[in-house]
């Protein structure tokens, strides 16, 4: 299996900050990445597929780069509504599997 | 709009069969291009791919679940379910449908709200 490892494992910010999260896969997934936003009590929710491409009716203020092992999610200018948990997940190949998870929360 | 609605017992019995069913409604489970996925996030832990399901009926399970799992489709109501079997303390979680979106890249477009599971005696 294919293991994602994410970093930090939670962090906090203010409104407005410019917030970046690591993910990290245990071998090459080329670009099959998608990151996840989830609120607590909620479902997950797509925000970038295949590493940088934009889920439609996701914010811009949410951008996705890298490829390889090694991938970051970016939130530009932090809003209220993003305090969430954010997670990767790869589709290079079956299991499918996540990372642990980064919260962020509130400073 | 795509909906998908999970429903089933929220307490099972260790070393029972765990049940649920995903009711999906605004499509078509056999709609090519998608196939269909059952996730779990046990309590405060990360989120865990079970299976999936394709149109075509192919199923692909993980393997650390593969012996007690069986994902089927029931197209005449729109919906596709899983079983458990041998359930212990461990497989309490949240349980998710979700669609996957295929050929690559695949991810997962739509998710159920998600039901909680308890395996207690």
């Known amino acids: 299996d294919i293991q994602m490892t994410q970093s930090p494992s939670s962090l906090s910010a203010s409104v407005g900050d410019r917030v970046t999260i690591t993910c990290r896969a245990s071998?090459?997934?080329?670009?099959?990445l998608n990151w996840y936003q989830q609120k607590p009590g909620k479902a997950p929710k797509l925000l970038i597929y295949?590493?940088?491409s934009l889920q439609s009716g996701v914010s811009l203020r949410f951008s996705g780069s890298g490829s390889g092992t090694d991938f970051t999610l970016t939130i530009s200018s932090l809003q209220p509504e993003d305090f969430a948990t954010y997670s990767c997940?790869?589709?290079?190949?079956?299991?499918?599997?996540f990372g642990p998870g980064t919260k962020v929360d509130i400073k | 709009q795509l909906q998908l609605q999970e429903s089933g017992s929220g307490l099972v019995k260790p070393s029972q069969t765990l049940s649920l069913t995903c009711a999906v409604s605004?499509?078509?489970?056999?709609?090519?291009?998608?196939?269909w996925s059952w996730i779990r996030q046990p309590p405060g832990k990360g989120l865990e791919w079970i299976g999936n399901?394709?149109?075509?009926?192919?199923?692909y399970y993980n393997p650390s679940l593969k012996s007690r799992v069986t994902i089927s489709v029931d197209r005449s109501k729109n919906q596709f379910s899983l079983k458990l079997s041998s359930v212990t303390a461990a497989d309490t979680a949240v349980y998710y449908c979700?669609?996957?979106?295929?050929?690559?890249?695949?991810?997962?477009?739509?998710w159920g709200q998600g039901t909680l599971v308890t395996v207690s005696s």
């Open positions: 295949a590493a940088s």
């Open positions: 605004g499509g078509s489970l056999s709609s090519g291009g998608y196939s």
């Open positions: 399901i394709y149109h075509s009926g192919s199923t």
């Open positions: 979700a669609r996957g979106r295929n050929p690559t890249p695949y991810y997962f477009d739509y």
């Open positions: 997940q790869q589709s290079y190949s079956t299991p499918f599997t």
């Open positions: 071998q090459s997934i080329s670009s099959y």
